[in-house]
C-alpha cells in the first residue's frame, strides 16, 4: 500500500508544477467544438484540453485522422486461479469529417479491433473480472475480447448559434450516451492494458448495436437521449450483431473549464446478457475527469462510480480512480484503484454455466501501478515499452479459492500514433 500512496503524491505533486495556465486555457477548444472533434467513443466527452494521438491528413474538402492503440501483452498471475498468457489488446479508429456549409459538420466513422484474432480462447487472464461467455459458459478470471467492429457510424452537428450545437449519432453497431469515455480511449487509462474489473457496471454498452442518439450542447451543458438494442455482444465477434431498440439511456456531461468534465448517465438495459436473459438492468454512472497539460507531458485522471440493479433487485456497485501522467516528453506512469462488488459466479470458476448465482459475496480490491517509456523506432508511431503490477485483495469468502495474496505482472509493447499537429501525413 505505502508505494501506492507515494505513487498518487508524485502524480499529484508533478501535476502540480509550473506552467502558462492563460496559454494553457487558450489553446483549449471550446465544449462545442470539443463535440465536434469526436476523438473519443460514441458522443462522449472528455476534458477540453484533452490531447488524442492521431496521424491527419486532408484530400479535397474531406479530413482523414487514424487514431488507434495496439497491445502485445505477456500477463503472469499467482494463487491457484493465475495462469498465464500472451495476447494483443487493440483498436484502430479511422475516420472522415467535413463540413456542410457553415454551420454544419458531417463524421463518418468506424473502429475496428483484432482482438478476435489476437485473444485466442475467447478471453485473457483476469483474475476476478467476470462477464458475457466463451463456449457457452460464462467468463470468469477473464476478460472477453472486443468485436471486430466496434463502431460504425455517421454524425451530423449543426450549430444552432455560436455557443449551441445539435448532434445527431447513428450506428449499426457503436456506443449510446451512457457512462464516461470508453476505458479503451480515456487519457487517463491510454497506458493500461485491461481492463477495469468494473467494467460491466460503468461502460460496457460502448459495444451496442442499431444505436441512435440526440445530443445538445449550450456553452458548458450537454443532454443527450439514446436509444439502442441493450443485449451484449455475443460470442461471435466477427459478425454485428443486430436487434430491436429494446433500450433507452439519458446523460447529462458538463465541462465547466477547460480541464474538466463531469457526467451523470442513466440507462434501462433490456435482458443484457445471455447467461440471464429474464433479467433487465437499471444502470447508473457517475464520473468526474481532470487533464491537465504539463511543460514536457500531461497529466489525466477519472473518478467513476457504476451501479447496476436487476429485475430481481440485486444490487451491484463499481467504484474507480485512475491517473496517467507522462513526464519528461517520453515517459509514462499510471496507476488504478478499483472496488468492485462480485457474485456467487466467482465461486464456479471456468463452470460458470448459465443462470448461475448472482448475489453478492464480496467486494474485491484492485491495485494496478505502471510505467512505460517511449521510443521512436517506426515513422509516425510511438512505441513504448513497459509493464504493470496488479495487486488483489478478495474476501474472507474468496480466499480459500484464490490464495490470500493474488497478484499479476503484465509486460507489453504498445504502440499508438506519434502525439502533435506535427504529425500529419501528406
Known sequence: MRFIYAFLLLT????????????????????????????????????????APMLMSAKGKWTLMFHGSAFINMIQQSGPRGYDKVFSTNWFMPMAQRKLGDSATLTLRTMLSLEPATVTGRYYPELFQVGETAFGKGIVD?????????????????????????????????????????????????????????????????????????????????????????????????????????SWSTRLTVNPAANWSAQYSFARLSSPEVLHATEDVDRMTSSVMYNRPLQDGNFAATVLWGRNKDSAGEVLNGYL?????????????????????????????????????EQFIGRVKAFTVGYDREFGFIPHLTTAIGGQVNLYSAPDSLKAIYGSHPAGVVLFVHFTPKRGSEHQMN
Not at 496559454?23 to 467544438?33: E, G, H, L
Not at 447513428?170 to 487509462?189: E, F, I, T
Not at 451543458?221 to 459478425?239: C, K, L, T, V
Not at 515517459?331 to 463452470?351: C, F, H, M, Q, V
Open 142 to 246: 477473464g476478460q472477453h475480447p472486443h468485436d471486430l467492429f466496434m463502431e460504425i457510424a455517421a454524425l451530423y452537428d449543426h450549430k444552432l448559434t455560436d455557443n449551441t450545437l445539435l448532434s445527431f449519432y447513428a450506428a449499426p453497431v457503436g456506443d449510446p450516451a451512457m457512462g464516461p469515455a470508453a476505458y479503451p480511449h480515456r487519457a487517463s487509462a491510454s497506458e493500461n492494458p485491461l481492463a477495469p474489473l468494473g467494467h460491466h457496471f460503468q461502460d460496457s454498452t460502448h459495444i451496442a448495436s442499431d444505436v441512435v442518439t440526440v445530443g445538445l450542447t449550450h456553452r458548458a451543458i450537454r443532454i443527450e437521449a439514446s436509444g439502442f438494442h441493450g443485449r451484449e455482444p455475443d460470442e461471435n465477434r466477427w459478425n454485428i450483431d443486430q436487434g430491436k431498440l429494446d
Open 321 to 357: 480512480a485512475e491517473g496517467t501522467l507522462r513526464f519528461k516528453k517520453s515517459n509514462n506512469a499510471w496507476t488504478r484503484i478499483e472496488l468492485a462488488d462480485r457474485t456467487a459466479e466467482l465461486l464456479s470458476g471456468k463452470n460458470a454455466l448459465p443462470n448461475s448465482p
Open 12 to 51: 499529484a505533486a508533478a501535476a502540480a508544477q509550473t506552467m502558462d495556465h492563460s496559454s494553457m486555457q487558450m489553446d483549449s477548444p471550446t465544449f462545442t467544438a470539443t463535440i465536434q472533434q469526436h476523438a473519443t467513443s460514441g458522443t462522449s466527452a472528455e476534458p477540453n484540453s484533452t490531447s
